[in-house]
């Protein structure tokens, strides 16, 4: 069974930097798709950023480009979220989740196992 721990949440200011990890055990790490979500109160779940099991190819909501950098180390088995500029309309409950599988999915029904979130507020 997979198991998904999100850290690095927090309250920023707008402007500022937060860099959110995800540890995956219970699996081989690399024979997994991964996406970070997020959740803001009263809003659907969305896909933020998805990446490859090899890392070569990722996906951005428009919303982030430029701004948010998806990477994961397949021997750590982390996945990791950095968000720089950050904004008080990123501010979410931001979840990871992973499929198993050779490409990124960017759906929620895709994803096969989630984290529990970590909460990121953006002051403004």
């Known amino acids: 069974q997979v198991q998904l721990i999100e850290s690095g949440g927090g309250l920023v200011q707008a402007g500022g930097s937060l860099r959110l990890s995800c540890t995956f055990s219970?699996?081989?790490?690399?024979?997994?798709?991964m996406g970070w979500f997020r959740q803001a109160p009263g809003k659907e779940r969305e896909v933020v950023a998805a990446?490859?099991?090899?890392?070569?190819?990722?996906y951005y909501v428009d919303s982030v480009k430029g701004r948010v950098t998806i990477s994961r180390d397949n021997v750590k088995n982390k996945v990791y979220l950095q968000m720089n500029s950050l904004k008080p309309e990123d501010t979410a409950v931001y979840y990871c989740?992973?499929?198993?599988?050779?490409?990124?999915?960017?759906?929620?029904?895709?994803?096969?196992?989630w984290g529990q979130g970590t909460q990121v507020t953006v002051s403004s």
């Open positions: 989740a992973a499929r198993r599988g050779g490409t990124y999915y960017l759906k929620t029904d895709d994803y096969e196992y």
């Open positions: 219970g699996r081989t790490f690399s024979n997994y798709g």
């Open positions: 990446i490859v099991w090899s890392g070569g190819s990722t």
